[in-house]
């Protein structure tokens, strides 16, 4: 008789020990603004280990790491391939996450079919337009109604502010922002439409985004927030500049999101401060310093970094919606392999092992 209550008072002292151990970030941010992460194909499928408990416990926003690009959504003329998307939007649903979609039209992972005739020539802009449309209606208005939030456009300028002279804006001039806006709000008029870019945090980039975005809503079009990816590196941007680039943003009048924050910790071969794919270097041992482990002094660096970000995301918590990480873990993170392949990195807030780094919530405190 005695041997029941024993128990249970055993297991009631062990969970509760085990929610003061593992406080989730979801609740601990949930009067600022969602905390999100990139997930890929093994963890929609549930083919990871551990990954579904961790995005259970601290996450309350998903986004599509790779599968809804046009490269791997409709890789060859009209064939659709939902299998990830479908999986991706009963995964958010079963956790009952803010569902971000990413991305409908971006000049990287996308077919070169796309821009081109059969015969190979560079398309007529008609015919762009159509390949356009068809492409958001066939993928965002399979999911209207169930993913929350859009990438519509993503890294339309460079960092000089100028216009990226991508396929689409060779083709279809700077007015392809606006078709493509038009037809994602005319597909799913609730959903949250973003504009997404890295650097946001230079002005010359912010300056054209943000002239760009407010044109675009004094034309009547539906644009509601700014992304900023939120690549980062341990001590740069400045605090400051990304603080202009969030109180700027809203003073435009659109919401902030952070949607792929990460912190690369390892050196770059060149200045490069952004994240251009088109950007690679030859793999060396020079610039993959840590494969046995992080150092110690990096790892507290990362850390009081990181709460550096969030303490700073929550002075502005009225004006951001969401900060999404680049990723669950360091085992899963493209830092790995760019603009460097097969480096062993630690940019996320969690290790390969899935746990929380150490130090993080006293940082916070
Ligand atoms: C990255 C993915 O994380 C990688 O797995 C993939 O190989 C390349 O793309 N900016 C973006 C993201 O908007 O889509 C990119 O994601 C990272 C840079």
Redesign the pocket.
């Known amino acids: 008789m005695l041997r029941k209550p024993f128990l249970l008072f055993t297991l009631a002292l062990f969970s509760s020990f085990q929610t003061g151990e593992e406080k989730g970030l979801k609740i601990y941010f949930e009067r600022d603004f969602l905390v999100g992460t ?1 997930v ?1 194909l093994p963890q929609v499928m549930g083919r990871e280990a551990g990954a579904d408990s961790l995005l259970a416990l601290h996450f309350n926003s998903i986004t599509a ?2 599968g809804l ?1 046009w490269a791997l959504v409709q890789p060859k003329p009209d064939q659709f391939d939902f299998a990830f998307g479908d999986a991706f939007v009963e995964l958010g649903e079963k956790h009952q996450s803010y569902i971000v979609g ?2 409908l039209v ?1 000049h ?2 996308t077919p070169k079919w796309v821009f081109q005739t059969e015969q190979g020539s560079p398309l007529d802009s008609a015919s762009l337009a159509q390949r356009m449309y068809q492409h958001i209606e066939t993928v965002m208005g399979r999911y209207a109604g169930r993913i929350q939030a859009w ?1 519509v456009v ?2 339309a300028f460079e960092d000089d502010g100028t216009w990226r002279k991508s396929p689409w804006f060779t083709i279809l001039g700077e007015g392809f922002i606006e078709m493509a806006f038009r037809k994602a709000e005319q597909i799913d008029p609730e959903a949250v439409l973003i504009y ?1 870019d ?1 650097n946001v945090w230079k002005p010359e980039k912010r300056a054209a985004i943000l002239a760009m975005a407010k044109n675009l809503r004094a034309n009547g079009v539906k644009i509601d927030a700014i992304g900023m ?1 939120g ?1 980062y590196r341990l001590d740069f941007p400045s605090l400051a500049q990304i603080e202009k680039a969030i109180t700027d943003i809203h003073e435009a009048g659109f919401e902030v999101h952070v ?2 924050l990460d912190v690369d910790v390892l050196p770059r071969p060149s200045d490069s401060d952004g ?1 251009d ?1 088109n950007i690679n270097f030859a793999a060396s041992p020079k610039w993959n310093p840590y494969v046995d482990g992080l150092p110690q002094e990096v790892e507290e660096k990362l850390v009081k970094r990181y709460a550096d970000l969030m303490k700073l995301f929550q002075k502005h918590s009225d004006k951001m919606q969401r900060v999404t990480f ?2 669950m873990h360091d085992g899963r993170s ?1 830092l790995n ?2 603009p460097v392949r097969g480096r062993t990195n630690y940019a996320l807030l969690f290790d390969r092992d899935k746990r929380l780094k150490k130090g993080f919530w006293e940082e916070m405190n």
């Open positions: 990139a890929n790491e790779n690009k990413h991305t971006w990287q992972q990438d993503n890294e997404n890295y990816q690549h949607t792929e994240a794919l680049w990723g493209w392999n760019w």
